[in-house]
């Protein structure tokens, strides 16, 4: 059951940006809301990395705003993003392979007691979190070089988790994976949702998207190109709103209605 609270935590009304003679955005609307997974997909060049870069404060918008629980709130900044509650984990991951699981979770959060660095505490707090989480990793002290592709973008999840976020974005978090993997940040992402974060996804991969997902909001060439709600829309929807083409199975289905309803006509 989906329970999804009337006001969305994150809401984007009208944004637009422009790269020189790259219209990049046009007047898009996004919502997230607490509980829910939204999928934002799109071809490349659709805008979808641009449109997390202006949530997150890395590159923010020409024109439109950002609202929070309702508010509007400006993000010039990376931390004005994370001061809200909005995580972002890129899709480079940027962990430190020679670093162990304890020392990337708290990479420049470093735990403290008395000047030197609270190992200890770090390692308990990581377990924890790990454990809450369900994620699944031989030992919090291996370098995360030795880790699977799935264990380490999960590890790259934890870590966003500990400024305590209320929306976690994830930029392709299984594009790299292969089945096996896929399933366990899939799992992840559930965790999540079930902790009542909004949950912004991009991703390319549909079996993903229709696997975790409640709704998929479409960029196509900087603009909304429809938001659908997952259990009512057919993948071949979602594929004709990315593509934007005329000939594809839905509207042959709708051609040759309209054909066998006209030819009955003539018959009569
Ligand atoms: N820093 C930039 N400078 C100029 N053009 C850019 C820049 N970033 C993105 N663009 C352009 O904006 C459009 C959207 O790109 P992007 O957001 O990366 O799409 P997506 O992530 O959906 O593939 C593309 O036409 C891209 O070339
Ligand atoms: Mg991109």
């Known amino acids: 059951m989906i329970h999804v609270s ?16 790259v219209q990049a955005l ?20 659709a805008g979808k990395s641009t449109l997390v870069k202006a949530i997150a404060g890395v590159s923010p918008a020409d024109e439109g705003r950002l609202e929070w629980n309702g508010e509007p709130v400006s993000v010039d900044k990376p931390h004005d993003a994370q001061e ?24 420049g959060n470093e735990l ?14 990581s377990r924890e979190l790990l454990s809450t989480l369900s994620i699944r990793i031989p030992s919090v002290r291996i370098p995360v070089a030795s880790l699977s592709g799935g264990q380490r973008q999960t590890v790259a999840i934890a870590r966003s988790l500990l400024g305590e976020p209320r929306v976690v974005i994830l930029d392709e978090p299984t594009a790299a994976l292969g ?48 938001t659908f709600t997952v259990s009512e829309t057919s993948q071949e929807e979602i594929v004709s709103a990315i593509t934007g083409a005329t000939d594809n ?12 309803a006209s030819t009955t006509e003539v018959r009569k």
Do not use: W
């Open 6 to 21: 009337a006001t969305p935590v994150l809401a984007l009304r009208g944004v637009s940006k422009r790269f020189g003679a």
């Open 26 to 45: 046009t007047d898009v609307e996004l919502e997230v809301h607490p509980g829910e997974v939204v999928a934002l997909v799109g071809d490349n060049g």
């Open 84 to 107: 809200l509650g909005i995580a972002t984990v890129y899709q480079d991951l940027a962990l430190c392979d020679n670093l162990d699981v304890v020392g990337n979770l708290f990479l």
């Open 112 to 125: 403290k007691s008395g000047g030197i660095l609270d190992e200890v505490e770090m390692e308990r707090r």
């Open 179 to 226: 089945v096996e993997q896929t399933a366990q940040v899939l799992d992840l992402v559930e965790r999540l949702r079930e902790r009542e974060l909004g949950v912004l996804l991009i991703s390319h991969n549909m079996a993903d998207v229709r696997a975790v997902s409640d709704r998929v909001a479409v960029l196509r060439l900087g603009r909304n190109n429809g």
């Open 249 to 260: 199975v839905v509207t042959r289905r709708n051609a040759r209605t309209a054909q066998q």
